[in-house]
């Protein structure tokens, strides 16, 4: 039987007090508890940002790479080894800005990763700049006129992308964040947990205060199906006088590693390099010359 | 946005207390720059936050990009219609821009890239360094290509230097580069604000810039050249283009060389270091010398060379594991003895270190 301090680092925190991922660590050794995942078995991808020292204060394997790039690392690493359950940790300016472009081809190519993201609307390492989902008008030192952009909408954007598991969760929520953790990482397919959370620091406009005001859980909502993609696309557009929690979307289908035949033998890692199965190619190649 | 009363302009012969990043965006916006791109990345980040502040109020514009790839080509599409513009990053940002950069030098189009150096390689930390020298002096992109680079020790060196760095660009039609470090970022002394300062009379017209094909053909940007020949004969054009750079803008300093009999060569933060140590050993009447390039390409080679053989020994200091040092050695060319005296991963040396380590090269310790 795991028990919490199985997970523990012994790694001071080097974040804020006050910090929502305080909550997102406790969160996740909750959910890794319940499922009694050995801390050898879990790989925790991670970029930059305060998102990025997330796996320093859990014991497990973990890789602490790029900005932006946790996610091709993590599918390579899951390619390779796909026994290993694959998390990974980035922030809203990490897996929406600098890595955009890799969350939208993850999505494409459905590994089975569980993909969490830190989302504080703000970038807190270099501390205070706008992030991607910061709000229009959202005043910083970078931002004195305030953001006169959209904010990206990574939910509608992972709906529209057919992701297999969507889902939204709220650091002020631990039990419901531990259970979409729990489901996220039980989730054969690609799985985005965005999860809100204040930044005590440097955003003072999407506090505790402002998100106790207006989240609320998807399953209050009776007719609400997460099968069906429109009506999942229709909630994730929902935004400021009530915000949704839960899971928006879900389309189980096969995974990568599942698709690639070398894999069916099991994990790359483990197979056998076997000369013999060139000699054919070899032989043709012996022959055109 | 702010009112046109909201404008300030320093008085003129304004001495004020300034930080280095600061200073840098100062000298842009005196420069000309009316467009800054960048990305969030530690130690420069005061030099978007102030051009986010300033440029609305001197009516040029602010991009906060998702990543140094967006920055970089942003920087690539403003110099393309010929206005002046320019981005910042740290080491690992400015790695990401590298792609951009040797486009920007194919393409021949002016550009200013600030790099405030941080330890590496990888991710490292955030302490100032001079890791990244090879990088900015070789090029650091694909293709064979060169950008100017210049190094500043001081704070008002951060000011004129970016100033200079706008009317290199568009004289020879070459990104150049301000390689600085974390520390000089961050300090803060005394800069004189120069108003009145103009950029050079004899500037090139900029008769590629992309600015619409009205009553005459349209203009193309491009790095690609597939006929026979064509790109030997780009890259030979561009060569003459560096040789040209190489006979021009060199510059140094030169402190306390003429009857030193141990030379210290440093740039940047270590020059400022080493100049400390040089006023050590002048006081206890020890002949230490410094030799600081401030273009560190075109590197000052000749000069340095000259001093170098006069003196017969020349001790290399850097923020790093040694790589000017190959510079200094290609300049002197065997004539005299090359010693290196280094921290590296952001380890910063300071003046005593370097004058006892003098005092053990000069037998006197």
């Known amino acids: 039987m795991l028990s919490r301090e199985e997970y523990h680092s012994g790694v001071k925190e080097a974040w804020c007090p006050g910090c929502g ?82 969350f939208i081809h ?19 390492l270099t501390k205070g700049q706008a992030s991607p989902t910061s709000d229009k008008g959202f005043k910083t030192k970078v931002q004195p006129y305030g953001v006169i952009h959209e904010p990206l909408n990574p939910l509608a954007l992972a709906i529209s992308l057919d992701c297999s598991f969507v889902a939204r969760g709220y650091v002020g929520d631990l039990q419901f964040l531990a259970e979409l953790i729990k489901a996220g990482i039980q989730h054969k397919g690609f799985a985005l947990i965005d999860i809100l959370q204040p930044c005590p620091t440097f955003n003072r406009v999407n506090t505790f205060r402002w998100y106790e005001e207006r989240v609320y859980h998807l399953e ?70 | 946005m702010p009112s046109a009363a909201m404008i300030t302009t320093p008085k003129k012969s304004n001495k004020i207390l ?38 609305p109020q001197v009516g040029g514009c602010f991009v906060q990009a998702e990543s140094e790839l967006a920055a970089i080509n942003m ?75 210049l190094g500043p020790a001081s704070v008002q060196e951060m000011y004129d230097l970016t100033f200079a760095a706008f ?35 004899d500037l090139p ?26 790109l030997e004969e780009h890259n030979l054009r561009l060569d003459k283009k560096y040789r040209k750079i190489q006979s021009q803008e060199v510059r140094y300093e030169e402190y306390w060389v003429d009857d030193a009999n141990l030379l210290l060569v440093a740039y940047g933060s270590s020059a400022r270091i080493s100049k400390a140590a040089v006023n050590m050993a002048r006081k206890r009447g020890i002949a230490l010398g410094l030799f600081r390039p401030i273009s560190l390409y075109p590197f000052p080679s000749a000069a340095l060379a000259a001093r170098a053989v006069k003196i017969g020994r020349v001790l290399t200091v850097e923020m790093n594991t040694g790589q ?42």
């Open chain 2, 18 to 55: 300034m930080a280095g990043n600061k200073a840098i965006a100062e000298g842009a916006i005196l420069a000309g720059c009316r467009y800054y791109f960048g990305y969030p990345i530690t130690p420069q980040n005061e030099i978007p936050a102030h051009m986010a502040k300033r440029m």
């Open chain 2, 324 to 365: 000017m040092i190959e510079d200094v050695r290609l300049a002197v060319n065997g004539s005299c003895q090359t010693f290196f005296y280094g921290r590296p991963g952001g380890g910063v040396f300071d003046h005593e270190e370097i004058f006892q380590y003098c005092l053990r090269l000069m037998g006197q310790a």
């Open chain 2, 167 to 201: 009317d290199l660009a568009d004289y020879y039609r070459i990104p150049v580069m301000i390689l600085a470090d974390g520390v000089l970022g961050q300090m803060m002394e005394p800069v004189v604000l120069d108003p009145d300062r103009r950029s050079r009379s």
């Open chain 1, 21 to 102: 991922n305080f909550g997102i660590l406790n969160a996740e050794k909750r959910a890794l508890v319940e499922l009694q995942l050995a801390p050898e078995k879990i790989l925790i991808v991670s970029g930059i940002g305060q998102a990025g020292k997330f796996p320093h204060y859990l014991r497990c394997n973990f890789f602490n790479g790029l900005h932006g790039r946790a996610l091709p690392v993590a599918l390579a690493a899951k390619l390779a080894n796909p026994e290993l359950t694959v998390i990974v940790h980035n922030g809203d300016g990490d897996c929406y800005g600098e890595g955009g472009n890799h």
């Open chain 2, 75 to 149: 920087v690539f599409g403003a110099a393309a219609v010929g206005v002046r513009c320019m981005t910042s990053s740290s080491s690992p940002g400015i790695s990401l821009m590298q792609e951009g950069i040797s486009y920007l030098a194919g393409a021949e189009l002016p550009a200013v890239i600030v790099n405030i150096c941080r330890g590496g390689p990888g991710l490292g930390n955030i302490s100032g360094s001079q890791g990244d020298y090879f990088q900015a002096t070789r090029g650091g992109g694909h293709g064979d290509y060169r950008t100017i680079v």
């Open chain 1, 220 to 289: 209050e909502d009776r007719e609400f199906d997460p099968k069906n993609q429109l009506k999942a696309f229709h909630k994730a557009l929902e935004w400021g006088e009530r915000i949704p929690l839960g899971v928006f979307y879900l389309h189980p289908k096969p995974t990568m590693e599942e698709q690639i035949p070398a894999l069916a033998a099991g994990p790359l890692y483990r197979q056998k390099i076997q000369p013999s199965k060139v000699l054919d190619i070899m032989e043709e190649l012996s022959a055109l010359s």
């Open chain 2, 205 to 230: 017209e900029k008769n590629w810039a992309l600015t619409g094909a009205k009553n005459r053909p349209p203009r193309v940007i491009k790095s690609l050249y597939m006929g026979e020949g064509e």
């Open chain 1, 106 to 124: 993850t999505i494409r190519r459905n590994p089975d990763i569980t993909c969490i993201v830190h989302n504080n609307k703000v970038y807190g």
